[in-house]
């Protein structure tokens, strides 16, 4: 009889994972739109925060894919608030007119208007 009952609580518990429309906490997930006006200011902001750091001056050209995952745990004051990483790959130019493919992760917690830039590196062609 035991072995029944957490045959079902198995078959429970992965069927309720299986049914989940939105993702996991922590598993990306790609973007369905990659042109959303939203994901294109996002890679804006990660450029712009690039340039600032390191002096440089690049334009997003194009967007080629994306993916997100949602995180969780950053404590505000009395209050545990989600955010939102994205990681990006787009194409830019520099100042020279030099193209190059980027990947970008920007953390995002809309409820603070916070963005953080945590990575930018170059991408494979």
Excluded at 12 to 20: I, K
Excluded at 50 to 63: A, V, W, Y
Excluded at 88 to 93: P, Q
Aim: include cysteine.
């Amino acid at each position: 009889m035991i072995k029944l009952e957490c045959l079902l609580l198995v078959f429970v518990l992965m069927t309720s994972v299986v049914a989940r429309k939105e993702p996991l906490l922590g598993r990306w997930s790609p973007i369905k739109n990659i042109n959303d006006p939203k994901v294109i200011e996002i890679a804006n902001y990660a450029i712009a925060t690039f340039d600032k750091r390191f002096g440089t001056k690049k334009k997003l050209e194009k967007m080629i894919e994306g993916e997100t995952r949602t995180v969780e745990g950053l404590k505000y004051k009395t209050r545990i608030v989600a955010g939102m990483d994205y990681f990006l790959i787009f194409r830019a130019n520099d100042e020279y007119g030099e193209f190059q493919n980027y990947g970008a992760t920007v953390r995002v917690i809309e409820s603070l208007h916070f963005r953080n830039l945590t990575g930018f590196v170059p991408a494979n062609s």
